[in-house]
């Protein structure tokens, strides 16, 4: 559905171009105008798909929603790349020609659509690099994110620029209608995002209640609401967090819920510290105010009716499957659950205590797989790999059981794998990774 109707806004500027002037140049020509319209009309749309909506990302999840954000921006960095290649006209007013008086023959670019195209074409490259090579950038997340929302906006400026002033058809009311309309919802998103979210926040603030350490570099982290009845969310799903800070900080991260919504008002959050912000999170001031940006997500079971549940979960990402089990055990859940759980040792094992007492009260298989066992460990040694799911989930999928995943990428990478090769179609299986790449 949300896939049909970006393809169909994608496509309609080619479509009002084609329809109101016609193609009348080499077809090399007219696929190259197609690609730079439906390439500007992507990049815009980006803006959409990367602001965290809800209504985009209730149906297919927020990791699927920036992860499409990610694949079309790198197929639009494809399409621009192509674009000026596929010209057989010649450019300029050196090439007017007394059989083409519309001058539709002649490219139309000046020295400013020039620069302006160019310009564009180096940004979008510029913008996909650092955001994969993010990680190993000398910066820290915010002010990556930042200078690629304002990078962003200046290549939308700069190819609508570019479009408007070089193009056959962009500059055609029609089709300057459509951009503007794009570009209203595009600067509508950033407004959005970065005004009207944080406002609504701040009139909603929650409190540092509790902090404890509860493993090797593990925390455990409650809010509760102030002055306000909290939030309602599903079991699985999760928040971004503005912890001591301005409701209009940058600096906010997202965390899964490990709480279920049936434990009352407080939120808890397990957090592992991985980097400079959760490596701070053990000096947060108890009562210090909080901001919560959710609920977002889709790792929920409502509606679910498989006979069984199959939960794989890597490190911090056993986060979202405690909440789910603490809500399975509130609402006496009958069907069987197992639960794999990977950590490197056991100091980082989340929850022990709590996940064992939950094989008490559901008919929860729990199994954990450690990298750095303990002596005399019994339960599975060495890492999640693809051939170990495999063996865990055959009888699982035999019985089609729906299938719960989250943790980092390149673990819910190995158990797509093993499910793969067991054939779990995809409608089966729900994700939260906690990075994309
Ligand atoms: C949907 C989701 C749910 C998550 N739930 C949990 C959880 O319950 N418990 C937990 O411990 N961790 C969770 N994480 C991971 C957590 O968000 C990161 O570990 C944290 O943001 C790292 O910040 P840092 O500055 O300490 O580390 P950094 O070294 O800056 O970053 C470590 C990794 O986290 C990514 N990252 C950093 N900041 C952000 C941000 N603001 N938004 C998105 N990614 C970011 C970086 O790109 C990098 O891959 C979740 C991540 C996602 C996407």
Not at 150 to 159: D, N, P
Not at 286 to 311: K, N, S, T
Not at 396 to 403: K, N, P, S
Request: glycine residues 10%; aromatic residues 8%.
């Amino acid at each position: 559905m949300i896939l049909t109707a970006y393809a169909l806004l994608v496509a309609l500027p080619v479509a009002l171009g084609w329809w109101l002037i016609g193609p009348a140049r080499p077809w090399l020509d007219e696929a190259s105008s197609a690609i730079a319209m439906m390439t500007t009309a992507a990049l815009l749309l980006e803006f959409l798909l990367s602001g965290r909506f809800r209504v985009i990302s209730a149906g297919i999840g927020m990791d699927r929603s920036l992860r499409w954000h990610q694949i079309f921006a790198q197929i639009l960095t494809i399409a621009a790349l192509l674009h000026p290649l596929f010209y057989l006209s010649p450019s300029g007013a050196a090439f007017e020609r007394p059989d083409d008086p519309t001058g539709a023959l002649v490219l139309g670019l000046d020295a400013a659509s020039l620069i302006s195209g160019a310009l564009a074409w180096l940004l979008l490259g510029l913008l996909i690099l650092t955001a994969i090579r993010r990680d190993d950038l000398p910066y820290r997340y915010e002010t990556w994110r930042i200078g690629h929302g304002l990078g962003a906006a200046l290549l939308a400026g700069l190819a609508l620029h570019h479009a408007i002033s070089a193009g056959r058809y962009s500059g055609a009311p029609a089709l300057m209608a459509y951009w503007a309309f794009l570009l209203a919802l595009a600067l509508g998103s950033l407004v959005a995002v970065y005004l009207l979210r944080p406002w609504q926040l701040a009139r909603r603030p929650w409190r540092i209640a509790g902090l404890e350490r509860i493993g090797d570099r593990l925390w455990s982290l409650t809010l509760e609401p102030d002055g306000h009845a909290g939030l309602s969310y599903r079991a699985g799903q999760f928040a971004w967090l503005r912890l001591d800070c301005s409701a209009f900080s940058a600096r906010e991260h997202p965390f899964s819920i490990a709480s279920a919504p049936t434990d009352g008002k407080a939120l808890r959050f397990l957090i592992k510290e991985v980097g400079d912000f959760t490596r701070q999170i053990g000096g947060l001031p108890l009562g210090a105010r909080a901001y919560v940006d959710g609920p977002h997500g889709a790792l929920c079971l409502e509606g679910r009716r498989e006979p069984g549940i199959f939960m794989i979960a890597g490190g911090a990402g056993l986060a979202p499957m405690l909440s789910l089990l603490r809500e399975a055990a509130a609402r006496g859940e009958t069907r069987p659950i197992t639960l794999v759980y990977g950590n490197r040792h056991q100091g980082q094992i989340m929850a022990a205590a709590e996940l064992a007492a939950l094989t008490g009260r559901l008919r929860l298989d729990l199994h954990h797989v450690l990298q750095e066992p303990p002596p005399g460990w019994t339960d599975f040694a060495g890492m999640m790999t693809p051939a170990l799911i495999q063996a865990e989930a055959t009888q699982a999928t035999r019985e089609g059981w729906v299938f719960l995943l989250c943790g980092p990428g390149p673990m819910i990478r190995a158990a797509h794998q093993g499910l793969a090769a067991l054939g779990v179609p995809r409608r089966r299986i729900l994700e939260e990774r906690f990075s994309v790449f």
